[in-house]
């Protein structure tokens, strides 16, 4: 089978990773993932911790998640404008900044915060996955800030994270689903994972009929060979090793 | 290793479903899972569904999930007094409600809506994965009343759903953690399964240390199980084979 | 003239008080009265008063009144997601809180709160006088706890209160009224008074023509031997006499 | 006893009701209780009814009350700006509509809607009593606007409303209470009657100690004779007899 | 040509300034622009200052204006109930507080502030324009009393301001619009002087055809005339030189 | 004097006009001035407008514009969360949608709506204006798309428009304000003009001391010359004449 683009059913679509696409964050990344685009900007906030962390000694990471208006086929409104926000950004929020979490060692960062905007400036699928591509390495950059800049002192990155969808579409295993597809799946499923290979999150859905064990393996096999890739490319783009993967 | 409530890692806790438990809901439940207690009332709309799914020939249903401000140890304020739902109340009650969406024919239930409320009245772990086991009983009723009112003329009942979370604890996988080993737990899993024991949704997060490929295997393993359990329990209160069973 | 179930005009409907409902709040009560169910959930903030009264040495008590969505015949939206409270909640919220305050020494007190929710499990006429009536159970027990745990030491409790709907349906006065007469009543009463069978609170409104002197007086006579039975299964249920009741 | 303003116990503030306040509304009174001022401005929306009304042939009437910031002795924050209603507003805005609505026949009324605004510009205690007593001047006039316009054929004024406060001050029974005498009373009580005599709402609170039926009848008596005064002054006002005065 | 009133093209409406209209307000005023009415109440907070001015030992003036739902020819729904503020009052809002902070020397005012509601109870075109030309008098009568009260030791007003709309309506400039002339204006301009005839705010729309040099030249003459008339009617009506303006 | 970027008092920063930037809108722009960069997409929604629009046969054009968290020095939160959105993006977003207006035939557009959504990626000043030049040229690839696609049949596009900010700082009038300078300025102006000249927009306001009529004509030479500049860029940037301009 040929997928609609002409990719494998085992290929990521082109990824690309610019560090410092923005003038005024501590770190900044707009990541690509064929035609999604999500501007991922971290900002330090040093000395700064939610209430409920005040005098603990440690830091904390957090994200938010969007999408501008226009990102997508059809206009939707603003968040801003209808006054609240919607129960799919809560999730992809919460997502982000879970997967970030799993990086960093709160008590070597100390009582500061990182903030990881991840604005989806054009949508087509995996949106999520590819923010947490993106944000990780501006995380990154955020974190060598804070070093550069005394905030803290050793090196508070544990691991790095990278995340992909992989999905079931007219019974064959894809990996990194655009819309096209993403909209026929029967399964669906993101991954995160770390730099060495473990997991931080597997989220499936069964969007028509259920599935099995097997077909669970075999999407989880995808997902881990290409989260290797993906960690591959913010190696590249960051131009170092990343942290926990032991090389 | 013994858990605190005296259980085998690989046991339910005490799992009671008792129907009929409000007087006006097409069908409610009260499912308890040890201490946690969760109120299911399914209502039925005949002959309306959201705007966009008007004209479409198409049933819906949906969840909401919310908690009383004491169902927990510490009192949580309303998030009607806030003005705003919050992002885990967000994502449960999607979760409830995909889980029950994958159980019906919308095409046989006809445009009109079941509304499921999952309201928990006490919480000790696992309260979505109860809603979850309970909704599916509440739904079948609201069904039920469907068919016998002729709101509905075949069964579009396809499928029955159950839930249950597993966690690595102390480096041991457990099936249904209560509260105290849910915040202790370095690995977390909700599964949905069907009662022929296929996966509807699966999602698993490392709230500590990352988890590997047989970590997860054994989650999948104890969930399988578990949902097997708890779908003999739905038949029981239900007085019949479940849909899509095989039986 | 018989009612539609069987009452006497001046008979209340079945009442039941259960407490300890819960497990983690510091007093707990189902009250019943016929088929209305209200859960009245008691938390003691110890040490915390809101903002306008700290510093003051005085404690506070505060009720918020709510109904799950399906708790009547028709399923109202939730005010969470309408994001806003209605005036029909506010305005029983403000109704129980000033019924409770009227019980307590807040000098005795002390700067502690105890904040009462009651949560209307399932509607049938009067649940804002079940609530306060089960609400003054949870109260008594929350300060029993405080007294136990040493949160304050002498004894804040100085008057007890139950309430009860009266109200005039086809020229009668009647007692406790459920949905079913309710809705036809063309004067609805509210009252709430202490065990020592003084008034608390009195809201009597002409839901179709005016009522005269003479009808005000018949309904308060209702009320006030309403009251008293209310105070009598209050006492029941605590295994103890009443706070200023004189006995 | 004399008041701190040399009142008698039985006596109102001065009265005065000015009519046609405003130059775009159907009805507008500008009325004032001593130093307290509400603008009451009626609004004719014909042909108008709530969505649930639709269809009924009937028609409706509401107010909303409120205050400006800078109507109270310290500025109080806009409900506007806090972006929502407090419980008080509510309350009283739910009051004025349903003693207004005890006027009309809304068969009479036809299809129709009048919404009464009140707004205190300055409040000195018993805003809500003034409003109701203005809101009724206003209702009247926009009654009259709607049979000069052919809006409504009859007449749908079957009663007029006036409202008082009463209270018990240091033991004594008082009319119509000022802001001072309003904080110290041990109870307050609102009382809204016809015309003619009968009431149409009775609200008392103990604010102090719990009240007993003589002090309760003694308050009635007092707002009894405070509400006939009101609603000669109203006639006057309108230059006619009152709407089933039996006059 | 003759306006639909009578007035020249360089003429004001009548204009009246009442001081002290309310009881409470540091500073009140009730000004008319003809039918158009605003009442601009301030208030000194003492000692208070918004967080972000906090330990810079200078003084903050903002103003809030809103309109009374029957102020205009139509009902509008309250801001309150919407539950948002729209974005005709925050930018009306906002260019009032602008305005009168030109009037201010923040370092002698000291960490005070005043807030300034403007709340217009009857709309007949310029309500934006009346309001600060009598939220300036409001504010002279506040600064006069925190002097009286010692809030504040010298002199913290340097300027004054009054504002006054001008349009073209058929080709012709004319000053001080009236909402029939305004809604068929072809441009229309607000703008802000000091009592020394200097600029403080311009602000000019194109509400038809765009409009070239010679008709801005020939609106800003007419603009200058008429606050220079409203500055000599707020002297009058302050009895005494307005601040800044060399008298 | 030199500016801090080295340029001429009278010199707009290097401006670049980027179309076709996002592959779903049905025209899109990424707009520079300097640093600022504006993603400006346009959204056609054929055969809809705005309720109080519908029957008229008239077309519909708004603005929303609206700022990324990072586009600034420090974070700013996001207007979703917080609730609501404020003052200043609403004043920006209407006076957008007014500046676009003025480019249309509504009658030629018929019925249909276009939706520019403006989002500031990165913020350096001037941002409003650099939206509403961005904005026209969006506009204008959304009315060709409308016209290819049938939607409109004649050419509702009648002017062009484009917009600078002015400014005083350190007494000296200058051209295109960047952030350093903004917050310097002593007055501020934004000028939006057709590219045939006309003045569809002026708002200057007074930060520091207010300003004489020199001042404002040397802001408003200054500003004149700089639109013309951005028309020319503009129409450099759609490879055509501007409508109305006279070419």
């Given at each position: 089978m040929t997928r609609s683009d002409g990719r494998r059913p085992d290929q990521l679509r082109p990824v690309t990773i610019t560090r410092?696409?923005?003038?005024?964050?501590e770190g900044s990344v707009l990541v690509e993932f064929g035609a999604t685009k999500v501007l991922c900007a971290a900002t330090v906030e040093a000395g700064n911790v939610p209430r409920w962390r005040k005098g603990s000694g440690l830091g904390w990471v957090t994200a938010e998640y969007a999408m501008l208006p226009?990102?997508?086929?059809t206009r939707s409104e603003r968040e801003s404008v209808k006054g609240k926000i919607g129960g799919r950004t809560h999730e992809i929020s919460r997502l982000i900044g879970r997967a970030l979490r799993a990086c960093v060692d709160f008590k070597v960062m100390g009582e500061n915060s990182i903030i990881i905007d991840c604005d989806v400036l054009?949508?087509?699928?995996?949106t999520r996955t590819a923010a947490i591509t993106g944000a990780f390495v501006a995380l990154a950059d955020a974190v060598a800030w804070m070093r550069a800049n005394e905030v803290?002192?050793?090196?508070?990155?544990v691991n790095s994270v990278s995340a992909v969808s992989v999905g079931i579409v007219g019974s064959e295993p894809l990996l990194d689903l655009c819309y096209e597809e993403d909209v026929v799946a029967e399964t669906d499923m993101n991954v995160v994972m770390t730099?060495?290979?473990?997991?931080v999150e597997v989220q499936g859905t069964a969007e028509g009929a259920p599935f099995g064990r097997d077909q669970l393996n075999a999407l989880l096999d995808l997902a881990t060979a290409g989260c290797a890739e993906l960690a591959r490319i913010q190696a590249e783009a960051l131009g170092r090793d990343l942290p926990g993967s032991g090389a």
């Open positions: 410092n696409w923005l003038a005024h964050a226009r990102a997508t086929g054009q949508a087509d699928g995996g803290c002192l050793g090196d508070p990155l730099g060495a290979g473990a997991f």
